[in-house]
């Protein structure tokens, strides 16, 4: 599946909601998975990125996306239930959701993580797709069962499943995500929705780039490299694949 050939048509007429879509793996996962025919909902917390990603799908000529600008820090239930409704509305399914946005915080010792960036970043990391995943399963469910199948894929680290010093809170949320996804892919054994985490692997993006100032950024694999990975796992190809970690770069 890392060399994976995707069909041009793979995801027509599908719904797929990426967050995180202005920058990084989010924004070229959701190009890449509109210029396969999908229409995308682009969800971020800066304006101008997302209008930037959806000028860059518009230029393919692909479906035209909707933009929804949230900020996961501050999002609430209620955030997350109105675009659950309005997506009902306006599109009637969602095929995909591509849980990708995500927060690194300060690399530090564990005795120096502060209180309020640990609130932060499992609030961002962890606790917004849970609220998220709630209140969009009821139209992931419908789907799947009314087209046949839907995928969620929640965005991982190696430091998810091998905590490492220094890491701290980041590396905690990152466990907390697979363990969401396994306790998820088994409630919905035999509903058609599959769950799965991708772990990208150092990948070109500003992630990287602060948490490895020193580091060469050409010697990195791009987001465009891990697309194949990414298409498998949204398309209906991957169907039975459920409550595993995928690894986009294995060592
Ligand atoms: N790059 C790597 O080497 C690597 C390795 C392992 C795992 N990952 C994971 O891959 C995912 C994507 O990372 P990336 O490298 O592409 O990072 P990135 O370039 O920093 O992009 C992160 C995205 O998340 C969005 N975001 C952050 N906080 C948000 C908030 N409060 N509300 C809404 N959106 C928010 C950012 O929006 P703005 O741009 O508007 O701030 C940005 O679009 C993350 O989950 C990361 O943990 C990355």
């Known amino acids: 599946?890392?060399?994976?050939?995707?069909?041009?048509?793979?995801?027509?007429?599908?719904?797929?909601?990426?967050?995180?879509?202005?920058?990084?793996?989010?924004?070229?996962?959701?190009?890449?998975?509109?210029a396969h025919g999908a229409t995308l909902i682009l969800v971020g917390r800066t304006q101008s990125k997302l209008e930037a990603t959806s000028a860059a799908i518009e230029a393919l000529g692909a479906p035209?996306?909707?933009?929804?600008?949230?900020?996961?820090?501050?999002?609430?239930?209620?955030?997350?239930?109105?675009?659950?409704a309005a997506l009902e509305r306006q599109f009637g399914r969602l095929d995909g959701v591509l849980f990708n946005a995500g927060l690194l915080g300060t690399l530090c010792p564990f005795e120096q993580i502060r209180e309020r960036e640990w609130d932060e970043l499992m609030q961002v990391n962890v606790k917004?797709?849970?609220l998220m995943t709630?209140?969009?399963?009821?139209?992931?469910?419908?789907?799947?069962?009314?087209?046949g199948d839907a995928s969620i894929i929640y965005t991982s680290s190696s430091v998810g499943r091998k905590g490492r010093a220094y890491w701290?809170?980041?590396?905690?949320?990152k466990f907390a995500i697979e363990g969401m996804m396994e306790v998820l892919a088994d409630e919905l054994e035999n509903t058609g929705?599959?769950?799965?985490t991708i772990n990208p692997g150092g990948t070109r993006t500003k992630m990287r780039a602060s948490a490895f100032p020193a580091e060469d950024p050409m010697n990195l694999k791009t987001p465009a490299d891990l697309m194949p990975l990414y298409l498998y796992l949204m398309g209906s190809d991957s169907r039975g694949q459920t409550g595993k970690t995928f690894v986009a770069q294995p060592k």
């Open 64 to 84: 035209l996306p909707a933009i929804v600008t949230l900020d996961l820090h501050s999002a609430s239930a209620a955030d997350y239930q109105g675009i659950a």
């Open 1 to 34: 599946m890392l060399d994976y050939q995707a069909h041009q048509t793979l995801l027509a007429g599908k719904v797929i909601l990426v967050t995180g879509a202005g920058d990084g793996i989010g924004r070229e996962a959701a190009i890449t998975y509109a």
């Open 168 to 173: 701290g809170t980041y590396a905690i949320s």
């Open 128 to 130: 917004s797709e849970f």
């Open 134 to 147: 709630q209140a969009l399963l009821p139209l992931v469910r419908l789907t799947a069962r009314q087209h």
């Open 193 to 196: 929705v599959r769950v799965n």
